[in-house]
């Protein structure tokens, strides 16, 4: 007999994407998009009718899977903690991460999906990002590499520096302008240019594919922003650290901001970027 493959997590994430992307597309204006539900997530952001319809759409997924069979926990920006039958297996969800990117009209926000044996980043078994602006599905396997839109992402890739040592492209995320002001020499001592998408999913992804040669969150982080996209990095031959913690991938899978995150093409450039500071 076949041994069982387990729920079909990519299949579910690839019908979620698809109808949060329909959801949005029907609510093109930013009139339409940042009206409120008037209360707060479990993250503790307000929520968006736009963030509550794509966490509907997860968990109608989440729930047809569970009904086949699957037992699992989820934590989701939005709902917090649910359980479905069992703790074994962690499903780290951000409806969509770069809320205010989408409410805006801006690019780059995205459905992120983490699938995960134990409770720290570590843990993390499947990864699934849907960067609703460019169109581009991001997917890990742990121990099977990371595509882009189906296309196996390059580990060898290293990075770009100028003459004088710089990372070429660094990218920043919790960009708040106090912080950056606070790290300036820092930032100024390790990148040639700097990049801001706001999204940190979507920015650890251009990591991965070499896009970025490294980025860092000026802030804490909670594991629904990067929990999928740490591993997309480090299956396309990146280097991924959550700073706060002597053991790198030891941040926890829930929904408490822990510790800045930071990722680089080399380890030479993630100790480069280790250097920048973060703040409360």
């Not at 990117?101 to 570590?122: F, I």
């Not at 002597?246 to 829930?254: E, K």
């Amino acid at each position: 007999m076949a041994a069982d493959p387990g729920p079909n997590w990519l299949g579910a994430c690839r019908r979620a994407a698809a109808a949060i992307g329909a959801m949005l597309d029907d609510r093109p204006t930013i009139a339409e998009r940042v009206k409120e539900t008037g209360t707060r997530g479990e993250g503790g952001d307000r929520t968006l009718l736009i963030d509550e319809a794509a966490e509907d759409v997860v968990f109608a997924e989440l729930e047809a899977l569970h009904a086949a069979g699957a037992r699992f926990c989820a934590i989701s920006e939005e709902r917090g903690v649910v359980e479905f039958g069992g703790d074994d297996v962690w499903v780290v969800i951000d409806p969509i991460d770069g809320s205010v990117n989408a409410k805006r009209g801006l690019p780059h926000h995205a459905l992120s999906v983490a699938v995960a044996e134990g409770p720290t980043m570590a843990d993390v078994v499947f990864g699934f990002v849907q960067d609703f602006g460019p169109a581009e599905e991001w997917v890990a396997h742990r121990g099977r590499g990371a595509t882009l839109d189906g296309v196996r992402l390059d580990p060898s890739i290293g990075e770009r520096r100028t003459r004088d040592g710089k990372l070429e492209v660094l990218g920043v995320e919790s960009a708040d302008p106090r912080w950056v002001v606070q790290s300036a020499d820092a930032l100024a001592e390790t990148a040639h240019r700097l990049r801001a998408i706001g999204a940190i999913a979507v920015s650890l992804c251009q990591v991965a594919a070499g896009r970025f040669d490294a980025m860092a969150s000026l802030k804490r982080c909670r594991a629904v922003d990067a929990a999928a996209a740490q591993l997309i990095v480090r299956e396309a031959g990146g280097h991924v650290a959550f700073i706060a913690y002597d053991d790198p991938l030891a941040a926890p899978l829930d929904l408490e901001p822990h510790s800045p995150v930071i990722a680089a093409r080399t380890p030479e450039g993630l100790d480069e970027v280790r250097r920048v500071p973060a703040w409360p």
